[in-house]
DNA sequence: TAGGCCATCTGGTCCT
DNA sequence: AGGACCAGATGGCCTA
């Protein structure tokens, strides 16, 4: 069963299920042995439903030989008493699981603005943080050198501190071979990691990035949308990858929407995932529309080409990245399409 | 079967 | 007093 599936499952599950599927029903329908802790066994069968029962106190208990408990005296568990805190413990309950979901909503927000993503197969929890952070540190480094990475540089940024199969998974997606970018490994760092400080490729930006905990696994689910890293402009340079498309973009056709690429396949070995078949431009159709939004007054430093003549060439779309559909017509297409540069190459 | 991930419950603490 | 937030505990599901 799927996570998605099994989230469904639970997310239809009444309540009072829930509560008898709680860890605490089931002690309570063992016979429970947290006899301190589980209010049921302050129940006195014999006390009346009545809530001026409320304010007895419990002093049996205090045998002379038994130190006296600090704090309040506990109550009676009268039945009332029972009904009202089974009442506000439910209710917590109910808060609680609101809290969560809301907490979960977010997270798959933030799930479809990284550049890993997938509704079938998701990143996990700590994973997409990871990933998040690492997104947010490149494109800060992006903004303030203004120089553009290349793409492994940039790969290596967003895989740091993330577990190996989650950095398969980001070079799976881009179809490169990890060997291709990860340095030779050491004890402290994961494979794909430079040396903290080092700079991996001359010219290019280095990750520093503070605080990370590397080595902790996560499944490899998702897929790598490199549009989320490279938003080029219509008609201008492309830098690297104007050759290819020279001969693939057209300007104001009808709109494309090519297929969502699957998610891919990762299980450790990588030249599986390479050998098959990446999707080229000329599998799509020529004619679709290349929009890309120029957000901001200007000032937005270059990605690609940016020594280029137009100062607008491949200018990070901030903004756009940031769109919560996370996958427009034009993303999913410069995903296919540098999976097939890097592919080819 | 072990380990990872997850949802949920729960009690404590802090805040309004 | 009640709600929000948090962390620990627990058990289910899934995968290697």
């Keep these: 069963m799927t996570r998605s599936v099994r989230e469904e499952q639970v997310s239809v599950e009444s309540e009072e299920q829930q509560e008898l599927h709680s860890p605490a029903g089931r002690e309570a329908e063992r016979g429970g042995k947290e006899e301190e802790e589980d209010p049921l066994h302050h129940l006195e069968d014999d006390e009346e439903d009545d809530d001026e029962e409320e304010?007895?106190?419990?002093?049996?208990?205090?045998?002379?030989?038994?130190?006296k408990r600090r704090g309040p005296k506990?109550?009676?568990?009268?039945?009332?008493?029972?009904?009202?805190?089974?009442?506000r413990r439910m209710k917590a309950n109910a808060r609680?699981?609101?809290?969560?979901?809301?907490?979960?909503?977010?997270?798959?927000?933030?799930?479809?603005?990284?550049?890993?993503?997938?509704?079938?197969?998701?990143?996990?929890?700590?994973?997409?943080?990871?990933?998040?952070?690492?997104?947010i540190w490149a494109l800060s480094e992006i903004l303030r050198s203004g120089k553009a990475p290349d793409l492994m540089s940039f790969v290596q940024a967003?895989?740091?501190?993330?577990?190996?199969?989650?950095?398969?998974?980001?070079?799976?997606?881009?179809q490169l071979n990890?060997?291709?970018?990860?340095?030779?490994?050491?004890?402290?760092?994961?494979?794909?990691?430079?040396?903290?400080?080092a700079t991996a490729y001359p010219g290019h930006f280095s990750y520093q990035s503070p605080g990370l905990t590397p080595g902790l696994p996560s499944?490899?689910?998702?897929?790598?949308?490199?549009?989320?890293?490279?938003?080029?402009?219509?008609?201008?340079?492309?830098?690297?990858?104007?050759?290819?498309?020279?001969?693939?973009?057209?300007?104001?056709?009808?709109?494309?929407?090519?297929?969502?690429?699957?998610?891919?396949?990762?299980?450790?070995?990588?030249s599986s995932s390479f050998k098959h078949e990446a999707v080229t431009a000329a599998d799509y159709d020529k004619s679709f529309s290349f929009s890309v939004h120029y957000s901001?007054?200007?000032g937005h430093p270059p990605i690609y080409g940016g020594g280029g003549p137009n100062p607008r060439c491949g200018e990070l779309q901030v903004d756009g990245m940031m769109g919560f559909d996370g996958h427009s017509h034009h993303e999913r297409l410069m995903n296919a399409q540098l999976n097939a540069i890097f592919h080819d190459s």
């Design 55 to 67: 304010e007895e106190e419990e002093e049996e208990e205090d045998g002379e030989n038994k130190p």
């Design 74 to 87: 506990k109550k009676k568990m009268t039945k009332a008493r029972l009904q009202r805190f089974k009442v």
């Design 96 to 135: 609680e699981r609101n809290r969560m979901h809301g907490l979960n909503d977010a997270l798959e927000s933030l799930r479809k603005v990284v550049p890993c993503y997938s509704k079938t197969q998701k990143l996990s929890k700590i994973e997409t943080l990871r990933l998040a952070k690492n997104y």
């Design 158 to 174: 967003l895989c740091k501190g993330l577990s190996q199969p989650t950095t398969n998974l980001v070079a799976g997606c881009l």
């Design 178 to 197: 990890p060997r291709t970018f990860l340095p030779e490994q050491t004890p402290d760092l994961p494979a794909h990691l430079p040396p903290a400080g």
């Design 219 to 270: 499944p490899p689910y998702g897929t790598m949308d490199p549009s989320h890293i490279f938003h080029q402009v219509k008609g201008q340079p492309y830098g690297p990858l104007e050759p290819f498309f020279d001969g693939v973009l057209v300007s104001d056709g009808p709109s494309f929407d090519p297929p969502l690429s699957p998610p891919l396949s990762i299980n450790g070995n990588f």
């Design 296 to 298: 901001g007054g200007g």
